[in-house]
């Protein structure tokens, strides 16, 4: 099941980085028709098989700090993580959207910050930030010295404008008129207009979901995963920012909830995980969707 690992050489053309990227692809599991590409290994190491600009949106969440100890096994940092943000820019198309789905630890009583970071080092490669989105869900512990901790972020990065906004509608009330209030700097002067309101509006950029038990997901398998999110936060952003038969990558998959809504929604997915046991989940947990079980 392993990936073979490749070493693109830094100046390689395009084609040998093409042929290497195919080769890397001899070791992955599709399944049925559907285009799924599920690599076990480091994304650091396979995402350079990637060929430049080849993918459309990623949809993925990094390790939290040192929140999950992920089997004990994992070595997160920031080398890792510039890495990472450095290879994303380079794998996505012009247009292209990162949805990067994160939170802070708090230590030694102060929140570490790191999600600003990350943030402003996505800009420092050439992202835009396009918007900062909030993952609105009930926090599992309470404190008694802060607020409930209900929300992790969701930085929309874009290289360039986006290329697909499909932005998901809801309902505006009252769908009658609304005074606006005008005022003229010259005469000093409030008039009031009524404005027809439509009757819907793009959602707010707070989303909310339920999570945990049989709302993340149906599949018990899934929460074998300490840090999953829900299969609708992947299904609403991989319609927002992508177009069906669009190529869509999770290079930290974890339990494969991106992979499981590509396979929704007609998007072909290339997903990568390091630890085998999460791997085992993910591709147990795509198979099975794809097999309509
Ligand atoms: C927050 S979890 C992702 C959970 C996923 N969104 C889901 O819904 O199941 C982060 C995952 O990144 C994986 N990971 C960390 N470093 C990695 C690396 N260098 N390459 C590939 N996977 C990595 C961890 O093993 C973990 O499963």
């Given at each position: 099941?392993?990936?073979?690992?490749?070493?693109?050489?830094?100046?390689?053309?395009?084609?040998?980085?093409?042929?290497?990227?195919?080769?890397?692809?001899s070791?992955?599991?599709?399944?049925?028709?559907?285009?799924?590409?599920?690599?076990?290994?480091?994304?650091?190491?396979?995402?350079?098989?990637?060929p430049?600009?080849?993918?459309?949106?990623?949809?993925?969440?990094?390790?939290?700090?040192?929140?999950?100890?992920?089997?004990?096994?994992?070595?997160?940092?920031?080398?890792?993580?510039?890495?990472?943000?450095?290879?994303?820019?380079r794998?996505?198309?012009?247009?292209?959207?990162?949805?990067?789905?994160?939170?802070?630890?708090?230590?030694?009583?102060?929140?570490?910050?790191?999600?600003?970071?990350?943030?402003?080092y996505?800009?420092?490669?050439?992202?835009?930030?396009?918007?900062?989105?909030?993952?609105?869900?009930?926090?599992?512990?309470?404190?008694?010295?802060?607020?409930?901790?209900?929300?992790?972020?969701?930085?929309?990065?874009?290289?360039?404008?986006?290329?697909?906004?499909?932005?998901?509608?809801?309902?505006?009330?009252?769908?009658?008129?609304?005074?606006?209030?005008?005022?003229?700097?010259d005469?000093?002067?409030?008039?009031?207009?009524?404005?027809?309101?439509?009757?819907i509006?793009?959602?707010?950029?707070?989303?909310?979901?339920n999570?945990?038990?049989?709302?993340?997901?149906?599949?018990k398998?899934?929460?074998?995963?300490?840090?999953?999110?829900?299969?609708?936060?992947?299904?609403?952003?991989?319609?927002?920012?992508?177009?069906?038969?669009?190529?869509?990558?999770?290079?930290?998959?974890?339990?494969?909830?991106?992979?499981?809504?590509?396979?929704?929604l007609?998007?072909?997915?290339?997903?990568?995980?390091?630890?085998?046991?999460?791997?085992?989940?993910?591709?147990?947990r795509?198979e099975?969707?794809?097999?309509?079980?």
């Amino acid at each position: 099941m392993g990936a073979e690992k490749s070493s693109a050489d830094v100046g390689e053309g395009k084609h040998e980085q093409e042929r290497k990227f195919r080769e890397a692809l001899s070791t992955e599991i599709s399944i049925g028709d559907a285009l799924l590409k599920l690599l076990h290994g480091d994304c650091l190491d396979l995402m350079s098989d990637i060929p430049d600009g080849s993918v459309d949106l990623t949809v993925t969440s990094p390790p939290y700090d040192n929140l999950r100890t992920y089997n004990n096994k994992l070595v997160w940092n920031w080398e890792i993580f510039t890495g990472i943000a450095e290879q994303l820019f380079r794998v996505t198309k012009n247009g292209g959207v990162v949805v990067w789905v994160v939170g802070d630890a708090t230590i030694k009583g102060s929140e570490t910050g790191t999600s600003f970071r990350q943030a402003l080092y996505f800009k420092d490669v050439g992202f835009n930030l396009h918007d900062t989105m909030i993952y609105n869900r009930y926090a599992q512990f309470t404190s008694n010295v802060r607020y409930s901790q209900d929300f992790e972020y969701m930085f929309i990065f874009s290289k360039d404008k986006p290329k697909t906004i499909n932005l998901i509608q809801t309902k505006c009330k009252p769908h009658g008129g609304n005074n606006f209030k005008l005022w003229n700097r010259d005469s000093n002067t409030i008039k009031y207009r009524t404005v027809k309101r439509n009757k819907i509006k793009p959602h707010s950029n707070i989303f909310k979901y339920n999570r945990g038990n049989n709302h993340s997901t149906k599949d018990k398998n899934a929460y074998k995963h300490p840090a999953t999110f829900p299969e609708l936060l992947a299904h609403d952003h991989i319609i927002s920012w992508s177009n069906e038969g669009d190529t869509v990558l999770d290079p930290m998959m974890g339990s494969g909830t991106t992979g499981v809504a590509c396979l929704n929604l007609n998007r072909r997915f290339i997903g990568i995980e390091k630890d085998p046991e999460y791997f085992k989940i993910a591709t147990e947990r795509i198979e099975k969707k794809t097999n309509g079980k």
